[in-house]
């Protein structure tokens, strides 16, 4: 057990608790030690405090880039306690220990999230708190740090306890914590760095976030998992309010990611259900019930226990409708009394309210681990117009088959490789991912489409007359015609293949439409 705490250093920018903590540090007869806002905020709650330049007899300089930076700081902060030569050396320079250090950082990614000019960036790097914070865990065996309002409590609990002392071990967490956050904030530092050099793959990279979720397992109860945030100000699962429901699984999370992240992409009201990161149903509506009744109508089977994501805020009369039905999550950017009211009764769906749509165009990396390292890559935010479109083939689609090829390329580029997605009307009518083959994707979602116009109580598939997007291009025609026997009557697919000529004449023997976007859409 280390001495009880006589001298605590308190620099915060989050001021949240610190009154309180301040207050309890006097009335157990810490001296406490602070600068600028920090200090004055103290003061003026009646609390003693000292200026650290008095302490340091050094004044603030440079704008007050300079205030901490001093030996009798952080000689005080990597003094070894009990090391004879270390506290000689402090009392022959009047160096007094500091026992406790206090710091959360300037807000400097909140001030790149807001958009801030390139000076003002610069102006909120902290120096002196990270320096500080450093310091005072390397000492973690006879210093106190603490970066989040959050362990006021956990301090004042062991002091309490501990006759004003605080454990090893509860130092040797908080440690641990100072250096995540230092580590972290460093990382959004480079990040913003490399971002206005324009160097996308800088030669070290680094990122961090904040604990928010502590899951109760991953994919498999036998694996760990939790959720962090980043600095990254993109409406989402991530920073969704969570009305209702259980507790978000890590498969929860990731497939609700892959539901919000699709319906983002689209203008009008769109709705897609999701089961294990796919789409088993994507439809456009003259509003939320409409998207989410034809998004259904594609796969009602694999939609049972599934997740439901919406562009538009929900009604009653469209939380009455999913209700119907067991779902495991539902997002929206809203949801009125009556809906909440509705899903309530269903105390297991967990429902989600953000405060927007995610920018699909907006850049942005993903991650995946590989043995000895991991693969970074930009977002997949490539978009297909109209004007981008090569008509390859003699017949061209109409305007409505144009409508559906778009939406069912965009679909494509949320499910999983190898992509075949049928869309009729606004409407998937049949979803094929993640085969090895292309030509199982094209024939197990003319399946579905089957079993899905069966449900309805329709003859034949519901592929008939639509349309049908491929993720890249058809190697060869068998693909191709594999899509026609299902009922595809325009076809849009990246090109490239060595064998185009081939599959074009292969539609145009077929009379089917077909149209090259020049760009493709893996999602492995």
């Not at 497939?255 to 439809?283: M, R, S, W």
């Not at 117009?385 to 090569?390: E, I, N, S």
Request: glycine letters at 10%.
């Amino acid at each position: 057990m280390s001495a009880p705490i006589r001298r605590a250093l308190l620099s915060v920018s989050d001021k949240s608790g610190l009154i309180d903590f301040a207050k309890f540090l006097h009335e157990n007869k810490v001296e406490i030690l602070s600068t600028g806002g920090t200090a004055k905020a103290i003061k003026d709650a009646g609390i003693p405090v000292k200026e650290v330049s008095e302490h340091t007899g050094f004044p603030e300089m440079l704008d007050g880039r300079v205030k901490t930076l001093h030996p009798m700081i952080h000689g005080g902060l990597l003094g070894i306690r009990g090391n004879a030569e270390h506290e000689g050396t402090m009392a022959k320079h009047k160096i007094a220990p500091i026992d406790l250090v206090v710091v959360n950082l300037y807000p400097f990614e909140e001030t790149v999230a807001k958009g801030a000019e390139f000076d003002t960036c610069i102006e909120n790097i902290d120096i002196g708190g990270p320096a500080m914070i450093r310091s005072a865990a390397k000492n973690h065996a006879g210093v106190t740090v603490i970066v989040d309002p959050a362990d006021y409590g956990v301090v004042i609990a062991d002091m309490k306890t501990n006759a004003g002392a605080v454990t090893a071990l509860t130092r040797r967490q908080l440690a641990a914590r100072a250096y995540a956050r230092t580590a972290s904030y460093d990382a959004a530092i480079s990040a913003w760095f490399a971002g206005q050099l324009g160097e996308d793959y800088p030669s070290w990279f680094s990122f961090g976030g904040k604990l928010k979720q502590t899951l109760r397992y991953g994919e498999n109860p036998h694996q760990t998992a939790a959720l962090y945030v980043t600095g990254e100000k993109r409406a989402g699962v991530a920073s969704a309010l969570q009305v209702q429901g259980k507790e978000l699984s890590y498969n929860n999370i990731n497939d609700t990611d892959a539901a919000y992240e699709l319906v983002a992409e689209f203008t009008q009201p769109a709705c897609a259900i999701i089961k294990h990161a796919n789409p088993c149903g994507v439809a456009f509506g003259t509003d939320g019930l409409d998207a989410y009744t034809k998004a259904l109508v594609c796969d009602p089977v694999s939609a049972f226990g599934g997740i439901i994501a919406l562009n538009r805020p929900i009604d009653g009369r469209t939380a009455a409708k999913i209700t119907e039905l067991f779902t495991e999550v539902v997002i929206a950017p809203g949801a009125d009394d009556e809906a909440k009211a509705l899903f309530a009764k269903k105390k297991n769906l967990r429902l989600l309210i953000t405060d927007g749509l995610p920018d699909p165009g907006a850049p942005g990396r993903s991650v995946r681990n590989v043995a000895g390292g991991y693969l970074l890559q930009g977002r997949d935010n490539g978009r297909v117009t109209k004007a981008d479109l090569k008509i390859v083939t003699k017949k061209k689609p109409t305007d409505q088959q144009m409508d559906d090829l778009l939406l069912a390329f965009t679909i494509c580029k949320h499910v999983k490789s190898n992509a075949i997605v049928y869309v009729k009307n606004g409407a998937t009518v049949g979803i094929g991912a993640g085969q090895m083959s292309r030509i199982d994707s094209a024939r197990i979602a003319h399946s579905k489409s089957k079993d899905a116009a069966k449900a309805l109580g329709q003859a034949g598939a519901l592929t008939e007359g639509s349309v049908v997007a491929s993720d890249a291009f058809f190697p060869f025609p068998d693909g191709l015609l594999v899509t026609a026997e299902a009922g595809a009557v325009a076809v849009i697919q990246p090109g490239g293949s060595i064998k185009d000529e081939d599959v074009i004449a292969a539609a145009d023997e077929k009379g089917l439409a077909m149209v090259f976007t020049g760009m493709r859409h893996f999602r492995h």
